[in-house]
C-alpha cells in the first residue's frame, strides 16, 4: 500500500537515513491491520532463548514450532515478527515476503543470572540480510555494570545495518545493581531508558509500561518541581514520549508477563491514550490458543486503530 500521510510524516523523522533504511521502516509501518496508521503491533518470540522452552511454550504446545509463530504473525496481521537466528532461519524461507521480519541480535539465557546482565551477541547483520529481515533487533540493560559493552556493540552494529538499508529496534530494558527492583520501571528511568535509546540511533525504542514510582533523588527534584504529570498511565507514557526526542522517535511498550484478557487491555488502553506507537506482545500472545490470540492482537490492534 502506497504511504499514508501518517506514515510519510513519521519517516520525515529519520530524514538523515538512507532510502533503503526509510523504506523497511515503512514496510513495517505499513504491513497488516495497522498498516498506515503509523501505529505498530509486533510479535517478538525470543522467549525460548531467554526464558528456556517449557517455560516459554508448553502453554500453548504448537507454538514450540517456528513456523507457528510466523503463521499467527500473518493470521493477526501484525506489523513484524522479531525473533533470533534459530527461529528465523526455520520459517523465513518458507514465509519469505508474508511478514516483515526483525532479528534479534542478542540475547541472554536464565541458567545464569548475575546482577548486572550483558547479553551474548548471536546473530549478525550479514544474516539479517540473508535472511530477508527489514530490521535488526537488540537489547541494552541501562544500570548494568556492562551497560558500556552493550552500547559500543549496539553502535557497531547499527552503524552496519544503516549502511546496508536495515532499520534498528533497540529493546531498552533497565537493569542492574544500580537499580532496585521497583526502579527497573519507574517513570524516570524508563523515560531516561528511552533517551539513551534513541541517542544510540534506534529507530524504534522499545521500553517496558512505566510505573508511578521515582527512582532517581535527583530526578525527583525536578518531577516536583516542574509537576510533571505521572498519576496515570496515559500521562507516564506521554512523558515518555517526550522523553524521546518530543515524540519523534517510533516507542513502542512491551507486553511483559502473562496475564488476564482484562489486565492487558487495560494497559493497552493507558498506552493509546498516552499517543504510544504500538505494543510488542509475545508470552500474552502466543501462550494462548491460535483463537485467542488472534482474537485479543486484532482487540489490541483496535484499540490503537481507534485512539
Known amino acids: 500500500m502506497a504511504n499514508s500521510k501518517r506514515v510519510k510524516e513519521i519517516l520525515g523523522w529519520y530524514a538523515s537515513e538512507s532510502p ?24 517478538p518470540v525470543d522467549q525460548g532463548f ?7 511454550f508448553a502453554p500453548n504446545p504448537p507454538s514450540y514450532d517456528p513456523r507457528y509463530h510466523f503463521e499467527l504473525a500473518i493470521e493477526a496481521g501484525c506489523s ?31 541458567l545464569y543470572s548475575g546482577a548486572d546482565p550483558c547479553p551474548a551477541v548471536t546473530g549478525s547483520v550479514e544474516d539479517a540480510l540473508r535472511l530477508g529481515c527489514s530490521a535488526i533487533g537488540y537489547t541494552i540493560y541501562p544500570g548494568s555494570s556492562e551497560r558500556n559493552t552493550m552500547y559500543e556493540h549496539l553502535q557497531e552494529l547499527a552503524s552496519e545495518a544503516k549502511s546496508v538499508g536495515l532499520a534498528v529496534v533497540v529493546w531498552s530494558y533497565p537493569r542492574g545493581q544500580g537499580l532496585s527492583k521497583e526502579g527497573e520501571t519507574a517513570v524516570d528511568v524508563v523515560a531516561y531508558a528511552a533517551q539513551i535509546a534513541a541517542q544510540l540511533g534506534a529507530h524504534v525504542v522499545k521500553v517496558k509500561p512505566p510505573s508511578e514510582h521515582v527512582e532517581q533523588d535527583a530526578a525527583a527534584k525536578v518531577y516536583a518541581a516542574q509537576e510533571i504529570p505521572i498519576g496515570s498511565l496515559a500521562e507516564r507514557v506521554r512523558h515518555v514520549l517526550q522523553s524521546c526526542f518530543d515524540g519523534r522517535r517510533i516507542v513502542i511498550f512491551s507486553g511483559g508477563a502473562a496475564k488476564g484478557h482484562d489486565a492487558v487491555i487495560e494497559e493497552i488502553r493507558g498506552i493509546a491514550e498516552g499517543g504510544g506507537f504500538g505494543s510488542i506482545i509475545g508470552r500474552n500472545s502466543f501462550q494462548r490458543t491460535r ?10 490492534m483496535d484499540i490503537y486503530r481507534d485512539a
Not at 24 to 29: F, W
Not at 50 to 56: D, K, L, Q, T, V
Request: proline share 4%; aromatic share 4%.
Open 20 to 43: 533503503g533504511v526509510r523504506a523497511n521502516l515503512a514496510r513495517m509501518l505499513g504491513h497488516g491491520r495497522l498498516g498506515g496508521t503509523g501505529k505498530m503491533v509486533i510479535l
Open 50 to 56: 531467554e526464558h528456556g522452552p517449557a517455560r516459554s
Open 80 to 110: 513484524a515478527y522479531a525473533a533470533p537466528l534459530g527461529f528465523l532461519e526455520a520459517g523465513a524461507a518458507e514465509f519469505a515476503g508474508d511478514v516483515p521480519l526483525i532479528l534479534k541480535l542478542n540475547n541472554s539465557d536464565s
Open 291 to 300: 483463537t485467542e490470540a488472534v482474537e485479543l492482537l486484532h482487540e489490541v
